[in-house]
């Protein structure tokens, strides 16, 4: 049995190989073991709930860029809560302090590469904090981000991140998102998006028309009465336009 010391109370802690987590039996403190050594487990607790979240994905899904109607007409199958790992490194940058985060497991969701831990948000993971809530467990290792980390170390730890994971469908197909249960911030890799494709539509087709009727009226003066007839038509399809995508 391999046997390091409690980062909280030195007290020493024995472990098998292939422990990831231990408990200190002095302090209760949990720590997180990689190759790189023993951290402190963080966590932060949840500031949205259930009904918030779901407000947050339907004010996230009635933006101008997604698809029309989205906020509305999405089928929420799945709301989940869950705790995501991630690394913290605490260095010394050319006398600074700097906090960077990194993922501590595989994921294709952009934002999750880019959380933030807000001052005094994260709390020891120990005896005094319980939890009733999936923890994702960690598939990367902290060694893989060492070597291209600026400046020296001063800590590093894995910290849960609270989230909310949404599955939902629209129009046949099936979409996943992401809600940071801390600062309500959405991440998605993919969502139905709103078409521009009309939009082009008629303003092409509007330049011609009245690149047309200018030509005409340079030449024949009759251009200017039928732009007059033109211009509700333009704003009818563009009502259209908006109204149906």
């Known amino acids: ?3 390091i010391k409690c ?16 408990k200190c039996g002095y302090c209760d403190t949990q ?6 050594g023993a951290g402190f487990f963080y966590i932060m607790p949840y500031f949205l709930d ?12 009635a933006a101008p860029e997604r698809a029309k109607d989205l906020d509305r007409l999405a089928q929420v199958t799945n709301i989940r809560q869950q705790y995501f790992p991630v690394y913290l490194f605490k ?14 497991r595989s994921t294709t969701l952009p934002g999750l590469h880019s959380l933030k831990v807000p001052a005094g948000d994260i709390k020891v993971f120990d005896q005094n904090y319980k939890v009733d ?14 070597p291209r980390l600026p400046g020296e170390p001063k800590e590093q730890a894995l910290v849960y991140f609270p989230i909310w994971a949404v599955s939902y469908k629209f129009s046949g197909r099936d979409y996943d998102a992401v809600i940071d249960g801390s600062s309500g911030e959405v991440f998605a890799a993919d969502y139905p ?3 521009s494709a009309p939009y082009f539509a008629l303003a092409a087709a509007a330049f011609i028309v009245f690149f047309i009727e ?32």
Do not use: H
């Open 1 to 3: 049995m391999a046997e």
């Open 7 to 22: 980062t909280k109370c030195g007290a020493p802690i024995g472990f098998e190989p292939g422990d990831r987590f231990v």
């Open 31 to 36: 720590l997180y073991i990689d190759r790189s």
């Open 50 to 61: 259930r009904s918030g979240a779901e407000g947050t994905f339907k004010r996230w899904a």
């Open 91 to 104: 260095r010394t940058v050319n006398g600074q302090e700097k906090v960077m985060l990194e993922p501590a």
């Open 133 to 146: 809530v999936e923890l994702l467990k960690p598939d990367m290792d902290m060694t893989a981000y060492l």
């Open 193 to 195: 998006g709103r078409s």
């Open 214 to 245: 200018g030509f005409l009226t340079l030449l024949a003066g009759c251009g200017l009465l039928a732009a007059v007839v033109t211009l509700p038509v333009v704003f009818v399809a563009a009502y259209t336009i908006v109204r149906r995508f």
